[in-house]
């Protein structure tokens, strides 16, 4: 599968909408972008999938750019709550043998 | 409908002592997985079975790691026995299928002192 590139982390004013960028320019043709979500102590937590359209949940916003080389995730009204590490992985959605990489994702810190 | 169910949720344990965790996945999911999470790093597989076939051990260090899922349900991962640099987050995942989107539990903090 494809590898990935986040910031480290990045802040967020409570009530802005935080917008988290994912690289991913070796991403095949047949990879999905899913982005997850990890809060201190806890398991990550699915939040958005997509191929190459925009997609939109009651989670988050996701735009893939038109070469599909780039995502970004976009939380549009952050709260305190979403603070939390980020994952961006691309992987093939039905079958087959893969190894998820996870990587460090980025550290969005929520501040009032 | 109820997460991926781990436990125990904490375990302290002294180095050469066997250890072991247990992960209920979500009910009809036939995919599970286990995952090690190092401090400040994003989860690393180590297996992953369909039913009760592992099908991905690549990255388990089986001179003392061993894993199992007897009837395609429940698993058990074990460390026997147990190094200080064991000391992580070991995470269980479970999908409906090998390609499905993947639903964590809360994962098993292990201390090895």
């Known amino acids: 599968d494809a590898k990935t590139t986040q910031p480290p982390s990045m802040d967020c004013a409570e009530g802005r909408a935080a917008n988290l960028p994912c690289n991913h320019s070796?991403?095949?043709?047949?990879?999905?972008v899913y982005w997850y979500r990890q809060i201190h102590s806890q398991g990550p937590q699915y939040i958005i999938h997509?191929?190459?359209n925009n997609e939109t949940n009651e989670m988050a916003s996701l735009i893939i750019t038109e070469d599909r080389k780039s995502s970004t995730l976009i939380l549009p009204h952050a709260t305190l709550r979403d603070t939390a590490v980020y994952y961006c992985?691309?992987?093939?959605?039905?079958?087959?043998?893969?190894?998820?990489?996870f990587g460090r994702g980025t550290s969005l810190i929520v501040h009032p | 409908e109820a997460g991926v169910v781990q436990s125990p949720r904490y375990k302290i344990i002294e180095k050469k002592q066997p250890v072991a965790f247990w992960c209920n996945p979500i009910?009809?999911?036939?995919?599970l997985y286990w995952y090690l999470q190092n401090l400040g790093q994003g989860p690393e597989l180590l297996i992953r079975y369909e039913n009760e076939e592992a099908v991905d051990d690549s990255q388990l260090p089986k001179d003392r790691f061993s894993a199992e899922r007897l009837k395609g349900v429940d698993s058990t991962l074990k460390i026997q026995p147990a190094e200080l640099g064991d000391s992580a987050v070991y995470l269980c995942?479970?999908?409906?299928?090998?390609?499905?989107?993947?639903?964590f539990g809360p994962g098993t903090r292990l201390l090895v002192l």
């Open positions: 995942a479970s999908s409906q299928g090998g390609g499905e989107t993947q639903y």
């Open positions: 997509g191929l190459k």
């Open positions: 070796t991403i095949s043709g047949n990879e999905y």
């Open positions: 009910s009809g999911h036939n995919t």
């Open positions: 992985i691309v992987r093939v959605a039905a079958g087959g043998s893969y190894i998820p990489t």
